[in-house]
């Protein structure tokens, strides 16, 4: 078995591998002074409080401007996400969906990609495909559905507005996602959507989708609701020609066309909550999308480290359902369970899980704090987080709570940039 995230089917439950993805001003007017016994000596003292004074001001003047400088540059590669409250317990009014979608398609793009291919005879032909993306940052930087990129031999972005950018840059993709970042370069003050929080989401929630409709129709606006979270499904290319397992989905009933791919779902507040990602060929009404929070950790790492890479914990689990709680006889209905179908051990020897102690047979119920199961999965958990970061894990051993700090480790994944 491959690391992360490959799955082995055992009583039809899902063993999964994790590597798993902010003075007053005084009123009191001072007291007048006395008259100097001896003007030159106030005049010259005068002369030195005024000389203080502006070297102060201009001294002030100055570590403001360095501010500022300091602020614009930084405020590039600043991602905005959502406010302090919930934007998942918004709903849309009378008028507000257009609102809601006017301030989120600037930051919606259309991305067309060319692939060379090469017959059996020798001959080259060039195919033109076309998918959706969204603006995380005002420098470029920008998330879309891997499957949208793959074998591009060249990528351009348009904008709402219609500008065109051909020197795009593939940074990176997720090992265990359909997940890719890319990099618009040389541009400085576009349009950025808002990340909000997945893990809050309830089915039944009211959102929208945006996207390049059947890669023709830029920012398409559909509306739905969460049909419900925690999907797993196989997703195929157009072409059959290649698969992905996704998990801990997003079902919404939001019409996800073709080159819909990449695009956000949005909730009521403004707030990219999702990837859209798939849609069923078997049924109408039903597409899928990814976490926002799951790419979170990944994408600040691109942008804070330059690194291209996700973090993990090294371990092999089964996700608990009520079904699979009875199978394994366990004392909890969600969670995950720390077991490897074959012989080898569920922990990863050497990895970030055997490190911090975690042992076979461990039931993980947390992570920071935020329960495993509706909130998602341990590996969408852990890819709000970037390598390096130290986060506790919340275990049941021997019918035990267990509170174990553990440092999460890299999980590479292609990573393109100099």
């Known amino acids: 078995m491959s690391k992360e995230e490959k799955s082995h089917t055992t009583h039809k439950e899902k063993s999964t591998h994790e590597t798993a993805a902010e003075p007053k001003k005084s009123t009191t007017k001072p007291a007048k002074a006395p008259k100097p016994t001896k003007p030159i000596h106030a005049d010259a003292g005068f002369r030195v409080t005024v000389i203080a004074l502006l070297v102060m001001t201009f001294c002030a003047a100055g570590a ?3 501010l500022s400088v300091i ?13 302090g409250t919930d934007g998942n317990s918004a709903n849309f009014t009378e008028g507000s969906i257009a609102e809601v979608a006017s301030k989120v398609a600037p930051g919606v793009v259309s991305i067309v990609t060319e692939t060379r291919t090469t017959g059996f005879f020798g001959q080259s032909s060039t195919q033109t495909s076309a998918g959706t993306g969204m603006i995380v940052t005002k420098d470029g930087y920008v998330l879309t559905n891997k499957h949208v990129i793959d074998g591009a031999s060249s990528i351009k972005i348009v904008l709402d507005s219609g500008e065109t950018y051909d ?10 996602n359909d997940v890719a970042y890319l990099k618009i370069n040389d541009v400085s003050d576009l349009p950025t959507v808002t990340l909000g929080d997945s893990k809050t989401i309830n089915a039944g929630q009211p959102v929208i989708a945006i996207g390049n409709a059947l890669g023709q129709y830029q920012n398409t606006i559909t509306q739905g609701i969460i049909s419900g979270t925690g999907r797993s499904l196989t997703a195929y290319s157009s072409d059959y020609s290649s698969s992905e397992n996704l998990t801990d989905m997003i079902q919404t009933d939001a019409a996800i066309n073709s080159g819909n791919s990449g695009g956000p779902l949005v909730n009521a507040a403004g707030e990219v909550i999702g990837i859209n990602t798939a849609t069923s060929s078997d049924a109408d009404g039903i597409g899928f999308a990814i976490p926002i929070s799951s790419v979170k950790g990944m994408l600040k ?3 804070d480290n330059n690194s291209a890479t996700r973090a993990y914990i090294g ?10 709680a009875v199978t394994y006889d366990l004392p909890v209905n969600a969670g995950a369970y720390l077991s490897s179908t074959s012989q080898n051990s569920s922990i990863v020897t ?4 055997d490190q911090a102690g975690l042992k076979d047979g461990d039931i993980i119920t947390k992570v920071n704090g935020v329960t495993v199961g509706k909130a998602g999965t341990v ?9 390096g970061d130290t ?13 174990i700090n553990l440092t999460l480790g890299s999980y590479k994944s292609t990573n393109l940039k100099s």
């Open 64 to 66: 403001a401007l360095t």
């Open 71 to 83: 602020n614009y540059f930084d405020e590039g590669q600043t991602i905005t996400w959502g406010a």
């Open 167 to 176: 020197k795009v840059t593939l940074v990176g993709t997720d090992p265990l």
């Open 301 to 303: 790492n691109i942008i």
């Open 315 to 324: 371990v092999y689990y089964i996700n608990i359902t009520p079904d699979v």
């Open 350 to 353: 050497g990895g970030p899980g």
């Open 379 to 387: 590996s969408s958990l852990i890819g709000e987080y970037a390598p």
């Open 391 to 403: 986060i506790q894990i919340t275990v049941l051993r021997d019918g035990k709570e267990k509170n």
